[in-house]
């Protein structure tokens, strides 16, 4: 079991080194360095800048040295919680950020709970009554939720909430709370927002656990033990429920690796569409301006984000399997 | 001649995927006694197992049981027809496990990995008798000392996957006669064991047969084991039983071309000493391809051109408890007659 | 021999079952399929739609780059089917464009009597056909003036080009890029998947974890950081080959599974431990029985893989860092109905949606029909 522990921390370690280093990646890849678009900046606002104040800003960042160098002096000041300055808004990158980290684990985290809360119960339906009428509906809406991609929902729902309805379902917050500070009723004001936009969110995600739900109670229900509790009387619905589904609930629950950084990655674009405060629509925003340790900050947050939600959700796992307690297998 | 306490009357079980039709079970008849073994013997793939799921009824889609009678007699002496008996109704729930309890083929897979196996067992037994949780679990361990697992009161909270092969099919046992039911049938209950763990199984249940009165159903394509424990056999192939008989008259004189060739297969019977062991020529034909007439026509080394293969040869008589269905031995019992 | 005069009935189905006991996997995966309506209505579609691809410049009415700002959103037309004295002659009635003096903005209105009759085969503006052929033949146009005055079968945008036109060579972009994805994705599936599952041991250890490491990362924002960071004067050929790559960098994974998984079955499977006793060379089996065997299987991952690598560029075009005009694609072409704003005021942009949806939910379709048909108990 401490060993299946270990084994996971270290995956995770590693991800999250793998995703820091796309990110240097990211933020190095415009061509110039990060020296060149501040002294760009600082003349588009008048002020001059000497070569030899170039060359000593680039000493203070470390910018004439090898890139891994670089790489390590950034990761350490990255670890120290300094992840550089926002060129476009002059601030610090976490300053600018702020709230709409949180807000991101929000949406994303509402929409994994309507994600499982629709597809647990309608996965089971459609394994015990295989090919049945509502086995087909469901099976062909779930089709269609993997088909729409999300912003084209979200962008559908939204020109028909405004031509029907009079409607302007963008946004996270009414206006009145928009920027207030946070209090009840603000967050009372966040829930009732949350809904459609967590819903647009999860129905793709929705429609895939579906499938994997249904295929994986379809195999458990073959099995030799479901008979074995038939054969000694039990009522057929307590047979399904107690040792087929509960088998079928591992792989199901293991989804949540996969889930995550697809329901986050969604978030991103439909937050553009619905203009939600996430980290989307900065993230956006800030690679078109070249803002890169802006940008390279939401990227490498959110895929620290993802991996530590990975591994929470394997712990759950572990926990929940009794064969990884007693440490057979993975 | 007593009452048997099971008696299969012409079962008709058919899968009916998408493909075709698969007739598992076409018509196969066999009577149980209380306190006696009826072994089943056939190659893979005959039948068997889906006969004794049809007695249950449990069956798995596409496929039902479509015709004949099983024919239980209940403790109160009342005759129910299984087959006609809704599959899903409280009385036949009750009979499952309750009046005939059912050891699987697979220990490995047939037990969940997700409950203990106390926890399995006691479900088994207070679906049929009011116990509280506690005195069930008392019940559960006492089970499990009664078919020879050591240390019952640990073991009864580990998971399946913790036990050796020989014990989850111990727990099996112990899970079948929960409810102490009269009738057990078990389906190849060693095949996926060691050999002395085989012999150990097997003693078991023999031991248990005896002290409870049971009426066991074994079956296996195993002769050596239906020679060391069954009272009466059933031959069985492509889902009819091809002959039946006390198991002295089928290993001494066995009737049936299959039968025949079945026991020349086993190394010790009939085969002389360093003499190649036979194999049954050809094998056996696709579910979906029946041949018509005698079913064993293709791979029989008497077969009657225009005769087996043109119709379903008769059961016929040799004595009071011998049948075999071949058109070898319909003419000398209408003579008899 | 006596079998010979057996019953009619029977000797039929054996004929069947001999069939079936032949067929080798791909032809018993094909019957499968076949039997699966819905996957094979969904197939024919994808070909449709490939159709389309192909003849996109002979299906488009008028240039897609050509702009007018006096045609600036101009509704979809009606089609007239048929005309006054009930002969079939399809037309529609020219557009008479007029200023809003409140409101400024452009407003048309059909002109019953100026009709203009669609006609076929007529010359257009000039393309290569199959990159070969120049030629300026277009399937539909109007017979008499030139159809970008008259012509807008789905409206037009707001620098008044032709949505239909674009929407031909958009499909053409896309499904493309679609193609051009997998086809990398594949390559390094396969070669991965197949060295993980072929030789085991630390090598798939490795790949395992590398697979799994990606997988876990979330891919919009990392594929934006990447498509952002393409110079901005790279040609339309560059950047779309960029994005192509970045988006079969994330999209291997699935299909070095599928591989991987069926290396691995196969490997323990009969017929290729007999090859193996029979002193048959390693790639020998894999060419002659293994590939063979799993080529449904892949077939299957393929058509599954696609809808998501057009998911993917259309995602990326959409939020302005994948294809950029004046490259054409759903995509791109999607980016204008990006605002409330735009949508009121041109509803119709919004049609785009209609051939991302269909074509997504066929290769679904199919996808899955031939999952089922390669593997029906897996
Ligand atoms: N779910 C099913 N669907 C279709 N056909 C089935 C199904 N289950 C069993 N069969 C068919 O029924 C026939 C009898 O199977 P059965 O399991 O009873 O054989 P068996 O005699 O128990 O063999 P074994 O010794 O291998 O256990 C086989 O031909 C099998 O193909
Ligand atoms: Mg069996």
């Known amino acids: 079991?401490?060993?299946?522990?270990?084994?996971?921390?270290?995956?995770?370690?590693?991800?999250?080194?793998?995703?820091?280093?796309?990110?240097?990646?990211?933020?190095?890849?415009?061509?110039?360095?990060?020296?060149?678009?501040?002294?760009?900046?600082?003349?588009?606002?008048?002020?001059?800048?000497?070569?030899?104040?170039?060359?000593?800003l680039r000493q203070l960042y470390g910018l004439d040295q090898p890139v891994w160098v670089q790489y390590g002096k950034w990761i350490i000041r990255v670890v120290q919680g300094d992840f550089g300055a926002s060129m476009e808004w002059n601030r610090p990158v976490t300053e600018v950020i702020g709230d709409r980290l949180w807000m991101t684990i929000v949406i994303s985290f509402a929409a994994i709970i309507i994600t499982w809360g629709i597809a647990l119960p309608i996965g089971i339906y459609s394994a015990v009554r295989q090919y049945s009428f509502a086995d087909y509906i469901f099976t062909f809406v779930g089709f269609v939720g993997i088909a729409v991609p999300n912003f084209l929902l979200a962008l559908i729902i939204m020109y028909f909430g405004f031509k029907l309805f009079d409607l302007n379902i963008g946004g996270l917050f009414s206006s009145d709370y928009q920027l207030a500070p946070w209090s009840w009723g603000k967050v009372w004001d966040l829930m009732k927002h949350l809904p459609l936009p967590a819903v647009i969110l999860a129905l793709a995600g929705t429609a895939q656990l579906i499938r994997i739900m249904r295929a994986n109670l379809l195999d458990e229900l073959r099995r030799p033990y479901v008979t074995t509790a038939r054969a000694r009387g039990l009522v057929e619905w307590r047979a399904v429920m107690k040792y087929p589904v509960r088998a079928a609930l591992n792989p199901f629950a293991s989804t949540i690796g996969y889930l995550l950084p697809f329901v986050v990655s969604g978030s991103i674009v439909i937050s553009l569409v619905l203009s939600l405060p996430t980290v989307g629509p900065l993230l956006l925003r800030a690679l078109l301006a070249q803002d890169m340790f802006l940008a390279g900050t939401i990227v490498l947050l959110l895929g620290i984000l993802t991996v530590i939600g990975t591994f929470i959700s394997d712990l759950i796992l572990m926990w929940i399997d009794p064969r990884i307690r007693a440490g057979m297998h993975e | 001649m007593v009452e048997p306490i099971l008696s299969v009357r012409d079962l008709v079980t058919y899968f009916r995927p998408e493909e075709g039709v698969v007739r598992a079970v076409?018509?196969?008849?066999?009577?149980?006694?209380?306190?006696?073994?009826?072994?089943?013997?056939?190659?893979?793939?005959?039948?068997?197992?889906?006969?004794?799921?049809s007695i249950l009824r449990i069956v798995e889609r596409p496929g039902r049981v479509e015709g004949g009678e099983i024919l239980l007699r209940r403790a109160d002496g009342r005759v129910v027809d299984l087959a006609k008996l809704d599959d899903k109704s409280q009385e036949?729930?009750?009979?499952?496990?309750?009046?005939?309890?059912?050891?699987?083929?697979?220990?490995?897979?047939?037990?969940?990995?997700?409950?203990?196996?106390?926890?399995?067992?006691?479900?088994?037994?207070?679906?049929?008798?009011?116990?509280?949780?506690?005195?069930?679990?008392?019940?559960?361990?006492?089970?499990?000392?009664?078919?020879?697992?050591?240390?019952?009161?640990?073991?009864?909270?580990?998971?399946?996957?913790?036990?050796?092969?020989?014990?989850?099919?111990?727990?099996m046992i112990a899970l079948a006669l929960a409810a102490e039911p009269g009738i057990l049938i078990a389906d190849e209950p060693t095949t996926a064991l060691d050999v002395t763990t085989q012999a150990q199984i097997l003693e078991l249940i023999r031991r248990l047969q005896a002290e409870r009165h049971l009426a066991v159903i074994?079956?296996?394509?195993?002769?050596?084991?239906?020679?060391?424990?069954?009272?009466?056999?059933?031959?069985?192939?492509?889902?009819?039983?091809?002959?039946?008989?006390?198991?002295?008259?089928?290993?001494?004189?066995?009737?049936?071309?299959?039968?025949?060739?079945?026991?020349?297969?086993?190394?010790?019977?009939?085969?002389?000493?360093?003499?190649?062991?036979?194999?049954?020529?050809?094998?056996?034909?696709?579910?979906?391809?029946?041949?018509?007439?005698?079913p064993y026509y293709p791979r029989c080394h008497s077969f009657m051109a225009g005769v087996c293969d043109k119709s379903t040869p008769p059961v016929n008589r040799i004595d009071a408890a011998h049948e075999v269905r071949c058109f070898l031995y319909g003419a000398a019992t209408e003579t008899a007659a | 021999m006596s079998g010979a005069v057996a019953d009619q009935a029977v000797p039929l189905v054996t004929a069947a079952e001999e069939k079936i006991a032949i067929a080798s996997q791909l032809q018993l995966t094909w019957w499968r399929l076949r039997r699966h309506r819905l996957a094979v209505a969904s197939g024919v579609l994808v070909i449709l739609f490939y159709l389309v691809a192909v003849f996109a410049d002979f299906l488009a009415i008028t240039s897609p780059h050509a702009t007018n700002s006096a045609r600036s959103y101009i509704p979809p037309q009606t089609i007239h089917w048929f005309d006054e004295d009930g002969s079939f002659k399809p037309h529609v009635y020219a557009l008479k464009g007029r200023r809003d003096m409140r409101t400024f903005k452009l407003v048309y209105a059909p002109d019953p009597s100026d009709k203009r009759y669609l006609a076929w085969f007529v010359e257009g503006y000039g393309y290569e056909l199959f990159g070969l052929i120049a030629t300026k033949r277009h399937l539909l146009g109007i017979d008499r003036g030139v159809p970008e005055d008259a012509l807008f079968l789905l409206g037009t945008d707001q620098l008044g080009r032709d949505v239909w036109s674009r929407l031909m060579l958009a499909t053409r972009t896309s499904l493309t890029i679609g193609l051009v994805g997998v086809a990398l994705s594949l390559f390094l599936g396969v070669l991965l998947g197949?060295?993980?599952?072929?030789?085991?041991?630390?090598?798939?250890?490795?790949?395992?974890?590398?697979?799994?490491?990606?997988?876990?990362?979330?891919?919009?924002?990392?594929?934006?950081?990447?498509?952002?960071?393409?110079?901005?004067?790279?040609?339309?050929?560059?950047?779309?080959?960029?994005?192509?790559?970045?988006i079969s960098l994330i999209g291997w994974t699935e299909l070095a599974r599928v591989v991987r998984g069926r290396f691995l079955a196969l490997r323990e499977e009969d017929f290729v431990t007999a090859a193996e006793l029979a002193g048959a060379s390693r790639l020998r089996i894999i060419f002659r029985h293994m590939v063979p065997s799993f080529m449904s299987h892949i077939i299957a991952a393929i058509s599954l893989a696609l809808p998501a690598m057009i998911i993917s560029e259309t995602t990326l075009s959409f939020l302005g860092l994948g294809l950029r005009p004046p490259a054409i694609s759903w995509g791109v072409l999607l980016q204008d109905a990006q605002d409330i704003q735009a949508l009121a005021l041109a509803p119709w942009l919004l049609v785009v949606a209609v051939p991302v949806i269909v074509v997504i939910l066929a290769f679904n379709f199919l996808g899955d029909g031939l999952r089922d048909a390669a593997d029906p108990y897996g």
């Open chain 1, 1 to 56: 079991m401490i060993a299946y522990i270990v084994r996971r921390l270290i995956l995770a370690l590693l991800t999250i080194w793998a995703i820091s280093v796309v990110t240097f990646v990211i933020i190095q890849l415009p061509p110039g360095d990060f020296v060149d678009a501040y002294i760009v900046q600082l003349s588009a606002s008048g002020s001059v800048v000497r070569f030899e104040e170039a060359q000593a």
């Open chain 2, 26 to 53: 076409d018509g196969a008849s066999f009577d149980l006694h209380a306190g006696r073994t009826l072994g089943i013997v056939g190659e893979s793939g005959c039948g068997k197992s889906v006969t004794a799921r």
């Open chain 2, 92 to 171: 036949m729930r009750n009979i499952r496990g309750g009046a005939i309890g059912y050891i699987f083929q697979e220990p490995m897979s047939s037990l969940s990995a997700f409950h203990t196996v106390g926890n399995q067992i006691i479900e088994a037994i207070r679906l049929h008798r009011k116990l509280t949780a506690k005195e069930a679990r008392e019940r559960a361990i006492e089970l499990l000392q009664l078919v020879g697992i050591p240390q019952p009161q640990q073991r009864v909270d580990s998971y399946s996957f913790e036990l050796s092969g020989g014990l989850r099919q111990r727990v």
């Open chain 2, 218 to 294: 074994l079956i296996t394509h195993d002769m050596g084991v239906i020679a060391e424990m069954a009272d009466s056999v059933a031959v069985m192939y492509l889902g009819k039983i091809v002959e039946s008989g006390p198991v002295d008259a089928i290993f001494h004189a066995p009737r049936h071309p299959y039968t025949q060739a079945l026991l020349r297969s086993i190394p010790s019977v009939l085969a002389a000493p360093r003499s190649r062991l036979a194999t049954i020529a050809g094998s056996i034909p696709h579910p979906y391809a029946r041949p018509p007439g005698c």
């Open chain 3, 194 to 246: 197949g060295i993980s599952g072929l030789y085991g041991g630390a090598i798939d250890t490795v790949i395992q974890r590398i697979i799994e490491v990606l997988r876990s990362i979330p891919t919009i924002p990392l594929w934006m950081g990447l498509a952002a960071a393409l110079p901005n004067d790279w040609s339309v050929i560059q950047v779309y080959m960029a994005i192509t790559v970045i």
